[in-house]
C-alpha cells in the first residue's frame, strides 16, 4: 500500500503544473537546503532502522521538487476559498442580495442545518470550524477541473492532514468540556463489567478516525481522476477530449458527495464529545418526568 501511494505521488510530480516548476524554481533552493539541515538527518535515521532512505520513501531530493505540488496546490486552495467568498458576498443587502451572496447563504444555511441536526443548537459554535473544512475540501476537489491546477486532495499528504485536523479539533471539544478523565470514560461506555473491552475497542475506532477519513477523501478523488484519464485514453483523438466532458458531470457529483462525507462524519464527531450546557436545559418535575426545552440564543 505504501509503494502504491508513494508511486502515485511521484507520478503526480512529474506531471506537476506550471505554476508548481515556477514556485520551485524561485524557492526550491531554500526549501532544499532547509530540507537537508533539518528533516533530511530525521527520516535518515528514523528510516534506516526500517532498512529504508528517504529517497526511496520520498522520492529523490532536488531543488526542482523541494517544494510539492499538492503543497502549493493546497495553497492556492486557500488562496481562492478566500478571493471567492470576498467575490461573492459583493456588497452585503438584505433588501437585494446579489446571486453570489445567495449561493453562500445557501451553503451557510445548509451547514448550519446540518450541525443543528447532528450536534445540537449549540453546536453552532463548531460552525466557523465546519465551515472551513467545507469550503476548503470542495475548492480542493474542484480544482482539478481547471488548467493549472491539481486536486491537492488527490494526494494523501494533504487528505491524511485534513483527517488529522478533524481528530485534534473534536478530542480537543472533548477535553474542553468534560475533562481529560471525562473525555476517556466515555470510551468505556456505561456497563462496568465489559468497560475494559468497550474501551480498547473505542480507542482503536478513534485513533484510525484520521486515517480513514485521508483515505476515503483520496481514494475517490484519485480513483475520479484516473478513471477519466483511463477513459480519455482508450480512444485518441476528438474522443480523448470529449470524454472527459460527458464524464464531468459525475466528477462533479463526486467532489461535492466527497465534501459532504467528510463534514457529516466530522460533525458525528463532534456530537459524540460535546453535549449541550446544563443552563441550556429547563427541568419540569410536576408530574415526576423531566422535560428538556432547549434554550435558544
Given at each position: 500500500m505504501f509503494l502504491f501511494l508513494q508511486e502515485q505521488v511521484q507520478e503526480h510530480a512529474e506531471e506537476a503544473p506550471i505554476?508548481?516548476?515556477?514556485?520551485?524554481?524561485?524557492?526550491g533552493e531554500y526549501a532544499y537546503n532547509f530540507e537537508m539541515k533539518y528533516t533530511y538527518p530525521f527520516w535518515q535515521k528514523l528510516l534506516a532502522k526500517f532498512g529504508s532512505t528517504p529517497e526511496a520513501a520520498f522520492g529523490p531530493y532536488t531543488p526542482e521538487n523541494a517544494i510539492p505540488w499538492y503543497t502549493v496546490m493546497f495553497i492556492m486552495a486557500c488562496i481562492?476559498?478566500?478571493?471567492?467568498?470576498?467575490?461573492?458576498?459583493?456588497?452585503?443587502?438584505?433588501?437585494?442580495?446579489?446571486?453570489?451572496?445567495?449561493?453562500?447563504?445557501?451553503?451557510?444555511?445548509?451547514?448550519?442545518?446540518?450541525?443543528?441536526?447532528?450536534?445540537?443548537?449549540?453546536?453552532?459554535?463548531?460552525?466557523?470550524?465546519?465551515?472551513?473544512?467545507?469550503?476548503?475540501?470542495?475548492?480542493?476537489?474542484?480544482?482539478?477541473?481547471?488548467p493549472l491546477f491539481m486536486s491537492p486532495t488527490s494526494a494523501t499528504s494533504v487528505t491524511f492532514a485534513l483527517g488529522l485536523s478533524s481528530f485534534l479539533y473534536y478530542n480537543y471539544i472533548g477535553i474542553k468540556e468534560n475533562g481529560v478523565f471525562g473525555h476517556l470514560k466515555h470510551f468505556a461506555g456505561p456497563i462496568w463489567w465489559i468497560a475494559p473491552l468497550i474501551f480498547s475497542i473505542e480507542l482503536i475506532s478513534n485513533l484510525i478516525r484520521p486515517f480513514t477519513l485521508g483515505i476515503r477523501l483520496f481514494a475517490n478523488m484519485f480513483a475520479d481522476e484516473k478513471v477519466l484519464d483511463t477513459i480519455a485514453h482508450l480512444a485518441p483523438g476528438i474522443t480523448y477530449w470529449l470524454v472527459p466532458v460527458v464524464l464531468m458531470p459525475l466528477s462533479l457529483f463526486v467532489a461535492f458527495i466527497q465534501t459532504?462525507?467528510?463534514?457529516?462524519?466530522?460533525?458525528?464527531?463532534?456530537?459524540?464529545?460535546?453535549?449541550?450546557?446544563?443552563?441550556?436545559?429547563?427541568?419540569?418535575?410536576?408530574?415526576?418526568?423531566?422535560?428538556?426545552?432547549?434554550?435558544?440564543?
Open positions: 505554476l508548481v516548476k515556477l514556485v520551485n524554481q524561485y524557492f481562492i476559498s478566500v478571493v471567492l467568498i470576498w467575490m461573492m458576498k459583493g456588497k452585503l443587502s438584505e433588501e437585494d442580495p446579489g446571486h453570489g451572496q445567495q449561493t453562500l447563504e445557501v451553503g451557510v444555511l445548509a451547514i448550519r442545518s446540518m450541525i443543528e441536526d447532528i450536534i445540537g443548537p449549540h453546536g453552532l459554535q463548531y460552525f466557523p470550524v465546519v465551515m472551513t473544512f467545507a469550503v476548503l475540501i470542495l475548492v480542493s476537489n474542484l480544482m482539478g477541473f481547471f459532504f462525507v467528510f463534514v457529516l462524519l466530522s460533525q458525528l464527531y463532534i456530537s459524540e464529545v460535546s453535549h449541550p450546557p446544563h443552563d441550556s436545559h429547563e427541568h419540569v418535575e410536576d408530574d415526576g418526568m423531566e422535560i428538556v426545552a432547549p434554550v435558544l440564543t
